[in-house]
């Protein structure tokens, strides 16, 4: 490390050259105002510890904690464009069926049978379907997550569409991404996202769709 690297000031820290924004207006066209707009918040150097990303306790205090609580992007609204579509999201142990519904409304369950808790849906799979049925005993829920059927209805007289129908997840969208979040308390989703839809503003994100998925 040179004599000059050492002496730089924590926080102000630069790559040398231009800047991004001096690069661009030499351009010929003029370039989008939002492309040129520039903040910067020094958020500290310390050292991350390398437990952080390996630690097994770490980890499940991670999924006690924050998992359960925040927004999470789960799909694209274009993914689920018709009643039917569906998109399961997982994260942990914690499974979502984020569907659309007759109305058009954008709806998430928790991808467990009101019944025994069978998963409805494989993790992880999207696709259509007219209901959500439970691949082990049979019960059937509607799109708007009611209980609709369930075989030999003599034997479950506790069980109607009022205590049994599907929990919903918490769901919202913003710029043609899918957010849902499993804690009914939470804040909104506008109050999560704070700035984030002002700083991308210029950009969009509502007309954009998904081209190809990559593994």
Request: aromatic share 14%; proline share 6%.
């Amino acid at each position: 490390m040179s004599e000059n690297e050492s002496a730089v000031i924590p926080g102000e820290a630069r790559a040398p050259g231009p800047t991004y924004q001096e690069a661009i207006l030499k351009d010929d066209s003029q370039p989008p105002a939002a492309f040129l707009e520039y903040s910067y918040e020094f958020l500290g150097d310390e050292d991350i510890s390398y437990a952080n990303y390996t630690s097994k306790d770490y980890a499940a205090a991670e999924f006690e904690k924050m998992w359960p609580k925040v927004w999470q992007m789960a799909c694209r609204e274009e993914l689920i464009p018709e009643p039917g579509d569906y998109h399961v999201y997982d994260i942990g142990q914690l499974s979502a069926i984020v569907t659309r519904t007759d109305s058009g409304a954008i709806k998430a369950y928790l991808n467990a049978c009101m019944h025994r808790g069978t998963a409805l849906k494989q993790s992880g799979s999207d696709g259509f379907c007219e209901t959500f049925k439970c691949p082990f005993h049979g019960w059937e829920y509607s799109l708007e997550g009611e209980l609709i059927d369930l075989p030999e209805a003599w034997d479950f007289p506790h069980a109607s569409s009022d205590t049994h129908s599907l929990r919903e997840v918490r769901v919202d969208t913003w710029g043609g991404f899918v957010f849902v979040n499993f804690d009914q308390d939470a804040e909104l989703l506008a109050d999560y996202l704070g700035v984030l839809p002002e700083h991308f503003r210029e950009f969009g994100i509502e007309n954009r769709y998904t081209e190809t998925h990559l593994c």
